[in-house]
C-alpha cells in the first residue's frame, strides 16, 4: 500500500473548480455537465484529516460506479458514460485523474442526507441505550450492540457544510424541508436501495449495517442518485465471518479510522491529527478488501 501514490487535492487547469468537498473537487464542463474527482482525502465526524489514504479515491470510485449500474432498475443516477478523455485532452491532467473521475449531470442536491440503518450501531446504539429509540423511532425493548434491527429504518440529517456536523432530523423536518411526496419518495427508495444492495452483499460476505444515500433533481423534478453509493466511505461494512451480537464487530471501512481517533484526546473538530502510517496503510487495505469482494 505505501507504493501508492496519494492524490489530496487535483489541480485541472482546464476547467473551472466549483469547489473541494470532505473526499471531492468538482469542476464545471458546461452548463449540462461536470467533472467529480474522488481524492484520497478521508474525513471523519466530519472533518478532513490531514494526510490522505492511498488509492482511496479509485476504490470509491470503481465501487460507486458498481452499484449505480446494479441499481439503475431502481431510480436514475447522475452518470453520464461521456469518456473522461473526450473532456480532460491533457495528458498530465488525464494521467493525475484517471481511474477517479466521472462525468455527471448537473443537477439540484437536496439538502439531506438519506440515512438507512439496519443494525443497531454507533450513534444509534448510544441512542438507544439512553431513549429506547434511533432519532425518535421506537424500537423493541431489550435489544444489544449490533443485533439487526426487525426491519431496517430511515433516520434522515441536513447536510452539513465542511467541518461542521451533520444533524439527525425527523422526517417530519425532512416533509417540511423537501415536501411531504418527495420526502415519502427519498425514504422509499433509500430503503429499497439498502434492502437490494443488503441482499447482495450478504451473497459476498458483507454486512450493511447502516449507509448513506445523496439524492438530486434535474429540471423537471425527477429524483437521481447521486455523490457516491455503498462504498466504505458512505457505509458501516462488516465482514459476515466477524459479525457476533453484543459486540462493535471490526469493519472494513473508515469506521476502522473512527475507532483509532476515538482512542485520541480530540475535540472532533478541526484540525484533525495526523493518522499514524501503520494507521493509514491498514485502511487502505481495508478499502481493497471491500471493493474485492463486493465487485469482483
Not at 442536491?109 to 438507544?128: F, H, M, N, T
Not at 417540511?176 to 422509499?188: I, S, T, W
Not at 469493519?251 to 481517533?261: G, H
Request: net charge negative; aromatic share 8%.
Amino acid at each position: 500500500m505505501t507504493t501508492l501514490t496519494a492524490l489530496y487535492e487535483s489541480h485541472l487547469p482546464s476547467l473551472k473548480l466549483l469547489a473541494r468537498g470532505k473526499v471531492r473537487d468538482i469542476y464545471e464542463i458546461d452548463h449540462q455537465y461536470m467533472l467529480i474527482v474522488t481524492t484520497d482525502r478521508l474525513s471523519a465526524f466530519d472533518v478532513i484529516l490531514p494526510n490522505p489514504i492511498p488509492d482511496k479515491g479509485r476504490v470509491l470510485t470503481t465501487v460507486s460506479n458498481f452499484w449505480f449500474e446494479k441499481l439503475r432498475d431502481i431510480i436514475p443516477n447522475h452518470l453520464t458514460h461521456i469518456p473522461l478523455e473526450d473532456i480532460l485532452t491533457d495528458t498530465a491532467e488525464y494521467k493525475q485523474v484517471e481511474g477517479r473521475a466521472i462525468v455527471v449531470k448537473k443537477l439540484t442536491p437536496l439538502p439531506v442526507e438519506a440515512i438507512v440503518r439496519g443494525y443497531l450501531i454507533g450513534s444509534g446504539w448510544k441512542d438507544y441505550q439512553r431513549t429506547g429509540q434511533v432519532c425518535g423511532i421506537p424500537l423493541p425493548e431489550g435489544l444489544q450492540q449490533a443485533q439487526q434491527l426487525p426491519e431496517p429504518i430511515f433516520t434522515p440529517s441536513t447536510k452539513a457544510a465542511v467541518d461542521e456536523h451533520d444533524e439527525n432530523v425527523s422526517f417530519a423536518q425532512i416533509s417540511a424541508l423537501l415536501g411531504q411526496q418527495m420526502a415519502e419518495q427519498v425514504r422509499d427508495v433509500s430503503l429499497k436501495l439498502y434492502n437490494e444492495a443488503s441482499a447482495y452483499a450478504k451473497q459476498r460476505g458483507i454486512i450493511i449495517a447502516d449507509t448513506k444515500f445523496e439524492f438530486g433533481v434535474d429540471s423537471e423534478g425527477t429524483l437521481h442518485l447521486i455523490d457516491e453509493i455503498l462504498t466504505p466511505d458512505s457505509s458501516r461494512f462488516w465482514a459476515e465471518e466477524d459479525y457476533k451480537v453484543g459486540t462493535n464487530p471490526p469493519s472494513f471501512d473508515k469506521q476502522y479510522v473512527r475507532d483509532y481517533l476515538e482512542t485520541l484526546d480530540w475535540n472532533k473538530t478541526a484540525p484533525a491529527p495526523e493518522l499514524p502510517a501503520e494507521v493509514a496503510e491498514q485502511c487502505a487495505k481495508k478499502y481493497h478488501e471491500a471493493e474485492i469482494r463486493l465487485t469482483r
